[in-house]
């Protein structure tokens, strides 16, 4: 590649020569960039002449002079110089690169802004200080802590598992599970991309952006607020992430190259009361509470029982340190052709636990192309990538009795002792952009831009059950298609004194299709197959195909005075293939202004004032649904029943469509939900930008999400979706970053940043009335929406203690009756004490309360960067103040039946307060495993614990490599680090994690903790 | 060059705001949207043939596909439970506490049975009708004017169809009778649902052929001018109307369409529905996919080894009762019925053997006894069960004229039309022409003739007289209502205009 540069600019430089043959007297210089390299091609000329050159290979030039003329060096990317040739030492002219003005724009949508002209609520985080000495399954993960108003969660410890993204609160609402998230729109490149598929459509659980490989990303634009997000119209309202890959820069190829070798260590499991502890206990229980005539299993009383002295340590059998390899190289440049850059990267993340982990391959290229004298670009992306996730297809219990062997015990060696089986989970994505950019006339640009993504799925399991022998095969793949053309015209006209405008005019056409197809079988199968091969009549096959299109017209008008008084406006529509002709299209504008006051006379004086804008946005986005057909009414063929019988097909032979009773009728009344975002913000840099001070207050109304009213049965459907509810999101945001050097050689950065978020619903349908959260087979999840409270909140029992003697329990003075317990349970001493909320004596779903907030009201992250020398120390931390949680891992493992014995471990009873006698004043109440209902019950508002954490995530040690003894190796810049990841968290919670919790803020039993990790690595760059 | 681009742009632009105006049309490919699905011909035979599919399931039961709040996963065969179990006539010889807890009328309590109070199929059907009804009028292509009036007819027909068989079931229930009704509905008064019945099949009966082309099976297995009568004299019963009633019955036996069976040509009528008494039925035909389930029959229940693979019989007529019944052949063994409906399996012979069958039908003892009138043999992994389902044949018409007439006096005509279904099962003739002990004797000779065809209990109800039949009954308990199924919980959702059924609001 070098040498074809190389012999164009030579060649050109032989045409050109020439030319300038008559010239009188030459003289020959040389052109350089400020660290001394030379610059091939930059054009220089004499001031009012037409003589001119451009520089060789050699970065030389020889032009004719005479002293007192002026020479013009230009070069793309670099300032152009004008210099008075007086003597011979005027002829080496250095350009100042003009990349600093370049980073002075911020990417917004559709484009880029200078960023003193922002006006919207954007943040930007630079990537490639956190994903050199960081490494992850996605870039998400590197953002957590980040951005004030970006709540990030890891959800699970599980290489290559979805972590959540809440940007200003969460906005969704749903009847079952709490899955329903309020989703940001990502775009890569200006290119919105497929980040999730609709459930019914998913084959894996990977998380869909694992496969961009963090070390292509330069950098990630948060836009948060309505006056920067409503330009993407109805995908905005949970905010838009913009993320923007490497490009080469002029100069020499930039070649890099990143190992890392990380080493996970398991972290504090679940506590388990092993061998002669769990003996002992069972013992207790035994002792207590069982009936006459029940003993216990034989391995706990008899000593000559081969699994009597058992202790196995299950946990610590499954769990094991794992070792985590990323590699990732890449080679950019550019120059006047254009840019390139090529990357490649290899992540292959061991699991912890048995059997689990995730592999990335990807590759990208990304080229641009100058033609017609600069006035055309064309840019052409591909980008390659596969994920590879291993996982346990029935989830691997690590709960087993510490009696029973573990497999590698001689007694019971070759016997499978856990379930079998291997899912494996590949995604695969294919991106190919290409857009071209003209430029007419002077601050007129043309881009037009056409991308097509290709996603694939697929999903191979094979399980067997332990105990009937049978094995289960599964095959399934998912295809995604999305085809985007967007054409934008961006005006930009400075004139009269400061007057600057810009106007941007585009449209895009989007359409997204989606098919899946999947096989799976039952079958007393000996063999270990991962495919689905098994007879007719045994595989149960289906396919479905979900398709959607989005037609969008956009317009932004930003007009700024002299960087002080901005005003902006944008404007969207977007209509969309899921709505009826009637209501397909949707309006989003919002308008914003800004002040930079600091350029106001009065804080001319200011010294330690260096910039300050006050600003203020409202605007309107929008979001919509999965379902593609929802509004236009979608009728159903029927299908083959269980037992592959037409009966719901066809009568007499005769088939046709009846309505899909399930989800009603046409609605052409569904309509966008649309997110009003007011949003308030002052930006102050202080003593020469060594302290900068955000703040940011905003309120989002977010208007009509979809839900169900169930209809009456004698309309024949099942229930239609409405746009009904109504939730508000109010929150503050600051963000502190300082910048202190102590002398050339001492320099500490802090970032500190976090924000509050008050959530509430605001109107529900049916008259506002409560939903209490089931699955559609009648699951209970414990959760209620109800107006006036935040989203999801714990509606439990409410705890009053435990009753210590008969008479507490209270009784019914009308009937003579005890007061009866969940599941008609007959009350006793030692029971849990429910307050009766109703006084109707008995305790049931009436009795329930609001016992919580599981959303979390205070999140944030604080950064710390010290640099000594060649030394760097970067500590990255992140919290969470302020919500509910429940510890139902633990609870479920105290929930004992009454054939408890001998199944699942045990906590250590000596770590919680159980009551096991009167006057016990505990939390639990009696753990009594004959009783007739279970005596833990996970709704009980007794156990609400205070979810909040301060988690030191990552700490990195780095060392930059003496750049003399390098060069003498050829190596331009070298950094070895030491990154330690997941290193402390304080908090209160009883749990491992408090952070592991889903977003309704129940710890999930059977949840995968997350690995510390210690990381080493080597970064180069040629 | 610049000229160039700029065309080539203009081109490309101009070709995208062509391809932009379907851009948004979006449609499933795996399905129709309601737009897409009333176009033509054939669209509409598709939709009225969904409409009788959707009542062939309701008479089957509902299942977990229909309702979240169900727990059955196959259908049970309910139109049995709704119209045999209570009339004192069955047992469970392997005490299945499902059927036991039907037979004694704790339809509440019994958790199991609960999806049988639940009607949403049966709404189903009539929405379907509505739609059809409402949509198909506006359909000009691919069919002719007369099979458009007949495909209306039979939407007709099956909206009062699907309201009778409920209103048989339920007694008072909401009338339904236009396309996506949101509206909370309430009950209506029994009277007024079965007027609207018969205007439904006036309307039908006006339009439809007596016959159409093709097998007996598939032609009488759709509406036709002998099904919406008979749907009319059944409801003109319940209205208490026997002149109209008769009338209506008069016009099917004048046709000629229909005639009786010979008692050889029964194992046709109740193996392969190919009969020429069969008015009308639902269809079942395993050769082209439409059998029903494991359960979905009911003789999965009661028939054994050699039929299917079940080794013990889960529902039973006693024997003393078969003797009661049929007196005839307790006294001289001339009801030829009892073998034809009736056999005794040799269950010394193992379970993985083909059992034989004894010649004597009531060999087996008091309990033991099969129920064999539908026997089809099939294949005996349990499924692909295709039995007919027949709602009305000849000989119940003939027995419901007589009926009609034996009450409005019409003796003579009465015993002809009785005579009729004695003579071809072998029985003497009935002579006495005393009008009450004639109305009796038809009585009986329903429940010999109809036995184990969903009518029993019907008839019973509709004479306020199940009580008599069924112990766990009182007729107290019957005049407040508990001769009909309880309305499921999920009636009440979202309708504060439902009400239960005043039995079912005190007992479970």
């Known amino acids: 590649m070098e040498t074809i540069i190389q012999r164009t600019c030579f060649l050109l430089v032989v045409l050109l020569l020439p030319m300038l043959a008559f010239a009188q007297k030459a003289h020959t210089g040389k052109v350089t960039d400020q660290d001394g390299e030379i610059l091939i091609g930059a054009t220089v000329g004499v001031k009012g002449t037409d003589r001119f050159t451009v520089t060789d290979i050699n970065g030389k030039y020889t032009l004719s002079l005479k002293v007192g003329e002026t020479i013009i060096c230009s070069y793309i990317g670099y300032h152009t110089k004008e210099v008075a040739y007086r003597q011979a030492s005027d002829l080496a002219i250095q350009l100042e690169s003009s990349v600093e003005e370049l980073e002075s724009a911020i990417v917004i949508g559709y484009g880029t802004q200078i960023r003193e002209e922002v006006t919207g609520s954007i943040s930007e985080i630079k990537m490639d200080k956190l994903t050199e000495t960081q490494v992850a399954d996605s870039f998400e993960s590197l953002l957590q802590g980040k951005v004030a108003g970006m709540n990030i969660q890891l959800n699970s410890g599980e290489p290559g598992s979805k972590p959540t993204i809440i940007i200003r609160g969460l906005a969704a609402v749903s009847r079952g599970d709490a899955s329903a998230v309020s989703e940001p729109l990502y775009v890569v490149d200006g290119v919105p991309i497929i980040s999730r598929t609709a459930d019914e459509f998913s084959i894996t659980s990977t998380n869909v952006l694992a496969d961009l490989n963090p070390s292509d990303i330069e950098d990630v634009v948060v836009l948060k607020d309505a006056s920067a997000a409503a330009i993407y119209g109805s995908r905005a309202a949970n905010g838009v992430i913009l993320i923007t890959t490497k490009k080469g820069r002029r100069g020499k190829p930039q070649i890099s190259f990143n190992a890392r070798l990380g080493i996970n260590y398991v972290p504090q499991l679940q506590d388990v009361a092993g061998g002669a502890k769990e003996r002992e206990q069972v013992a207790r229980l035994y002792a207590s509470y069982a009936p006459y005539g029940v003993t216990m299993p034989a391995m706990y009383t008899d000593a000559n029982n081969p699994f009597y002295n058992n202790s196995s340590d299950w946990q610590g059998y499954l769990y094991n340190t794992s070792v985590t390899q990323d590699y990732s190289g890449s080679i950019r440049g550019a120059g006047d052709f254009g840019q390139y850059s090529i990357s490649m990267g290899h992540m292959d993340n061991k699991g912890i636990l048995f059997n689990t982990g995730f592999k990335r391959y990807s590759t990208m290229a990304s080229t641009s192309f100058n033609a017609l004298k600069n006035t055309l670009v064309i840019d052409n992306t591909l980008a390659v990538s596969r994920t590879d996730q291993t996982r346990n297809p029935d989830g691997l219990s690590t709960n087993y009795s510490t009696l029973l062997p573990l497999p590698n015990q001689e007694i019971v060696k070759g016997a499978e002792v856990y379930g079998l089986g291997k899912s494996s989970n590949l995604n695969d994505r294919i991106r190919f952009s290409s857009n071209a950019t003209l430029n007419f006339i002077k601050n007129l640009t043309y881009k037009a831009s056409l991308s097509l993504e290709y996603t694939r799925s697929m999903q191979d399991s094979y399980s067997a059950s332990r105990r009937t022998l049978r094995a289960t095969n599964s095959s399934g793949t998912s295809e995604s298609r999305n085809l985007l053309f967007q054409n934008t015209l961006n005006y930009a006209p400075k004139f009269g004194d400061g007057h600057s405008l810009s106007f941007l005019l585009g449209q895009s056409a989007e359409k997204i299709e989606t098919k899946i197809t999947s096989v799976s079988s039952v079958s007393a199968s000996p063999t270990l197959s991962e495919t689905v091969n098994w007879p007719t009549g045994n595989a149960i096959g289906s396919s479905n195909y979900t398709g959607s299109s989005i037609l969008s017209y956009f317009s932004r008008l930003d007009y700024s005075y002299k960087q002080k008084y901005m005003i902006g406006g944008s404007l969207r529509a977007d209509g969309s293939s899921k709505f009826g002709q009637a209501n397909r299209w949707g309006i989003f504008p919002s308008v914003s202004v800004g002040w930079n006051f600091d350029k106001e006379g009065i804080f001319e004086d200011v010294e330690w004032l260096e910039s300050g804008k006050i600003r203020a946005s409202y605007g309107v986005s929008g979001t919509t649904w999965n379902n593609d057909y929802l509004a236009l009414g979608i009728m159903d063929g029927g299908s083959l029943d269980n037992y592959n019988s037409n009966l719901e097909i066809s009568y007499g032979g005769i088939s046709g469509y009846s309505p899909s009773w399930y989800d009603g009728f046409k609605n052409e009344n569904l309509t966008w939900v649309k997110s009003q975002m007011s949003n308030v913000g002052m930006d102050v840099s202080l003593f020469g930008n060594k302290v900068e001070f955000i703040f940011d207050a905003y309120e989002k109304l977010t208007k009509g999400l979809l839900l169900t009213t169930s209809l009456p049965t004698t309309s024949g459907y099942n229930e239609v979706y409405r746009n009904a509810a109504n939730v508000l999101n109010r929150g503050l945001e600051f963000t502190v970053n300082t910048n202190i050097n102590a002398g050339t050689n001492f320099n500490w950065n802090t970032g500190l940043n976090f924000a509050l978020n008050r959530n509430r619903v605001v109107a529900l349908p049916d008259g506002n009335a409560d939903i209490i959260k089931t699955s559609t087979s009648g699951q209970d999840f414990g959760s209620i929406v109800r107006t006036g409270t935040p989203l999801n909140g714990f509606f439990f029992y409410e705890s009053q203690g435990i009753y210590q003697t008969e008479s507490e329990i209270p009784v019914n003075p009308k009937t003579g009756a005890s007061l009866l317990g969940l599941q008609n349970k007959i009350l006793a001493v030692g029971d849990r004490n429910f307050k009766d909320q109703n006084g109707d004596y008995i305790i049931d779903v009436d009795d329930r309360i609001y016992a919580g907030d599981p959303n979390p009201k205070w999140t944030g992250g604080w950064t710390n960067d010290f640099r000594y020398k060649n030394f760097g120390l970067n500590i990255i931390s992140t919290f969470v103040v302020g919500r509910k949680i429940v510890n139902t891992a633990l609870l479920d493992r105290l929930q004992f039946g009454k054939d408890f014995a001998g199944t699942g471990s045990m906590p250590n009873f000596d770590n919680y307060s159980i009551w096991e006698k009167s006057g016990d004043v505990a939390k639990y109440p009696t753990l009594n495993p004959w009783n007739d209902a279970s005596q833990i019950v996970s709704y009980d508002s007794e156990y609400v614990e205070d979810g909040s954490y301060f988690k030191v995530k990552a700490a990195t040690l780095s060392y930059n490599l003496n750049s003399k003894m390098l060069n003498r190796l050829g190596i331009g810049r070298a950094r070895v680090y030491c990154t330690f990841d997941n290193i402390v968290t304080f908090q209160k919670y009883s749990g491992p994690d408090a952070e592991l919790v889903t977003i309704d803020g129940f710890d999930a039993s059977g949840g995968y903790p997350m690995r510390r990790m210690m990381l080493f690595g080597v970064s180069l760059g040629l | ?508």
């Open chain 2, 1 to 508: 060059m610049r000229n160039k681009i700029f065309v080539t742009c203009l081109t490309s632009l101009l070709l995208i705001s062509q391809g932009c105006k379907n851009w948004l049309d979006q449609l499933p490919i795996n399905t129709v949207t309601e737009d897409q699905a009333w176009k033509t011909g054939s669209d509409a035979e598709g939709a009225v043939a969904k409409s009788f599919a959707i009542f062939r399931r309701a008479l089957a039961g509902l299942t977990k596909d229909d309702t979240p709040s169900t727990t059955r996963n196959g259908a049970w065969g309910d139109y049995y439970f709704w119209g045999d179990a209570r009339s004192g006539d069955w047992i469970t010889p392997n005490n299945d506490g499902d059927w036991q807890a039907g037979f004694n009328n704790n339809l509440i309590s019994r958790t199991q049975l609960e999806p049988m109070t639940n009607w949403r199929l049966f709404y189903r059907a009539i929405e379907q009708s509505n739609l059809v009804l409402e949509n198909v009028p506006n359909i000009t292509e691919g069919f002719t004017a007369e099979r458009k009036a007949q495909l209306l007819a039979e939407a007709h027909f099956m909206r009062g169809m699907a309201h009778f068989y409920a209103a048989r079931v339920w007694g008072d229930i909401p009338i339904n009778l236009s396309a996506r009704n949101v509206t909370p509905l309430g009950r209506e008064p029994l009277k007024d649902v079965m007027e609207m019945v018969v205007a439904e099949a006036d309307e039908a009966i006006a339009v439809l052929p007596w016959m159409y082309s093709g097998t007996r099976k598939k032609v009488t297995s759709r509406g036709t001018k002998g099904a919406a009568l008979a749907l009319k004299a059944h409801a003109l019963m319940w209205l208490k109307d026997y002149q109209g009633a008769s009338d209506a019955l008069n016009q099917i036996v004048e046709e000629g369409t229909f005639r009786l069976a010979p008692i050889e040509g029964f194992r046709d009528m109740f193996d392969t529905g190919e009969s020429e008494e069969l008015i009308f039925q639902m269809f079942y035909d395993a050769s082209i996919g439409e059998f029903s389930d494991y359960y979905g029959h009911i003789m999965t229940y009661y028939l054994t080894n050699p039929y299917t693979s079940r080794s013990n019989l889960s529902l039973a007529v006693p024997r003393s009762k078969i003797l009661e019944i049929y007196p005839d052949y307790a006294r001289d063994q001339s009801d030829k019925r009892v073998a034809e409906f009736f056999q005794s399996i040799d269950f010394s012979v193992g379970e993985n053997e083909i059992r034989p069958i004894f010649a004597d039908p009531l060999a087996n003892g008091e309990r033991q006894i099969m129920f064999a009138k539908f026997r089809k043999a099939k294949d005996r992994s349990y499924n692909l069960m295709d039995g007919p389902v027949p709602i009305f044949r000849y000989a119940d018409i003939l027995l419901l004229k007589a009926e009609a007439d034996a009450r409005l006096g019409n003796v003579n005509e009465a015993l002809v039309n009785l005579n009729l279904v004695r003579t071809r099962a072998g029985i003497p003739a009935f002579n006495k022409s005393d009008q009450p002990l004639l109305i009796e004797e038809i009585l009986e000779e329903r429940r010999r003739e109809l036995i184990g065809e969903y009518q029993r209990v019907y008839d019973l109800v509709r004479l306020g007289r199940l009580h008599e039949f069924n112990p766990a009954i009182t007729e107290q308990g019957e005049k407040d209502g508990a001769g009909f199924f309880p309305v499921s919980d999920e009636a009440f959702a979202n309708n504060p205009n439902m009400q239960q059924t005043y039995y079912w609001q005190f007992n479970q």
